[in-house]
């Protein structure tokens, strides 16, 4: 069984931080392409950040937000800096399952239910 928990949700005012947890269990995560996406009300879901084989983070957050993993218990993180009210969104964290490389496919198998972010 697998399962990716994303908590540190909450509202914040424009320019605060917030940091996103994803605790994964099920699986070692380290071996797996992951990844941070967001969806807001009435826009397509937009893949923010990856680490694995083909890390990197969007250009609509690149200089505020990093992706990161935590070597020691088991927890990939979304750190973001400078939010934007545009940045208000669903965020959930995801797992591309399809190797055990950390090769980046595109396709995402495992994905947790998310966390709200609000932007004032």
């Known amino acids: 069984h697998v399962q990716l928990v994303e908590s540190g949700g909450g509202s914040v005012q424009a320019g605060g931080s917030l940091r996103l947890p994803c605790a994964v269990s099920?699986?070692?995560?380290?071996?797996?392409?992951m990844a941070w996406f967001r969806q807001a009300p009435g826009k397509e879901r937009e893949r923010v950040a990856q680490?694995?084989?083909?890390?990197g983070v969007a250009d609509s957050v690149k200089g505020r937000f990093a992706i990161s993993r935590d070597g020691n218990n088991n927890t990939l993180y979304l750190q973001m800096d400078n939010l934007k009210p545009e940045d208000a969104a669903m965020y959930y964290c995801?797992?591309?399952?399809?190797?055990?490389?950390?090769?980046?496919?595109?396709?995402?198998?495992?994905w947790g239910q998310g966390t709200q972010v609000t932007v004032s």
């Open positions: 995801a797992a591309d399952r399809t190797n055990r490389r950390r090769q980046c496919s595109g396709t995402f198998t495992d």
């Open positions: 680490i694995g084989s083909k890390s």
């Open positions: 099920g699986y070692t995560y380290s071996r797996y392409c």
